[in-house]
């Protein structure tokens, strides 16, 4: 399988991370996940929620993401029409091929919910959808703690996040501590942002291409299974971290892995 066939975009509304200027990002992103997906050279998509967009009925952006081979959409295990609203479109769109369970990184409040909410949602969508149906997870590794593996275990994949450059030499750390709580034999796909949320700065594209290289290594050794991009959100607004993102990829997208 080739490396690019490995990557996936995390795909969010055009402007999302603009609105009301709390990211301090400049300019204006018009760019869409589909439009995103193709800029870096990615089949693959994951249709994050943000500000409660997008709103169900999913069938029309299900159909705009129709041109890629896999989608991953959000779910709240809390809330079980959205679990309903994913396995619905999910038989008439083959492209979806699981559900995402996401977090706010401010407050976190998903990792204090009881497991049993995943475990049923997990169990819904196996039962309607098969069992290659994937349940995917967001992570942010500095937050993860032995108190949150009753619900870390019950995934399939994990989408993880390191928010700051500094994290980058703490990534073998934050590993172990992941295949400690959970995450062992499972699909495991590392983030990688072009953008500082918490200082609100653009990261050096030597530090994007860091942990591109970083996480390319941990693909051939067998640590992980993939990369995921943020976003298209970013990748219209002239950041050079997002051009050095997208060169890497055309770089080593090619690759046998």
């Avoid at 299900?62 to 309903?84: C, R």
């Avoid at 609203?85 to 699981?98: M, Q, T």
């Avoid at 149906?133 to 275990?153: G, Q, S």
């Avoid at 067998?222 to 890497?248: H, P």
Wanted: charged share 30%; proline share 6%.
């Amino acid at each position: 399988m080739k490396l690019r066939e490995k990557i996936w975009l995390w795909g969010l509304d055009p402007g999302a991370d603009h609105f009301g200027g709390e990211n301090g990002l400049a300019g204006f992103n018009r760019m869409t996940p589909a439009e995103g997906a193709y800029y870096f050279g990615t089949k693959n998509l994951i249709r994050a929620s943000r500000y409660g967009f997008p709103k169900p009925p999913f069938d029309k952006e299900a159909e705009k993401l129709s041109i890629l081979d896999k989608t991953i959409w959000p779910i709240d295990p809390a809330k079980p029409e959205t679990v309903d609203e994913v396995i619905r479109i999910a038989k008439y769109h083959p492209h979806v091929k699981g559900a995402i369970i996401q977090v706010d990184p401010q407050h976190l409040e998903m990792y204090e919910r009881d497991p049993q909410l995943y475990r049923d949602a997990k169990a819904r969508l196996k039962a309607e959808l098969g069992e290659d149906f994937e349940l995917w997870m967001e992570v942010y590794a500095v937050k993860v703690y032995d108190k949150t593996m009753p619900w870390l275990e019950v995934a399939d994949a994990y989408c993880i996040w390191c928010r700051s450059p500094l994290e980058i030499v703490n990534l073998d750390h934050y590993y172990n501590i992941l295949m400690k709580n959970g995450c062992a034999g499972k699909k495991m796909f590392w983030g990688v942002h072009m953008w500082n949320f918490p200082k609100r700065f653009v990261l050096s594209p030597f530090v994007v291409r860091d942990y591109l290289n970083r996480y390319r290594q941990w693909m051939k050794e067998g640590k992980i299974e993939g990369i995921v991009l943020y976003s298209n959100t970013l990748a219209d607004t002239k950041l050079q971290a997002a051009f050095e993102a997208k060169n890497w990829i055309a770089e080593h997208g090619d690759e046998e892995i």
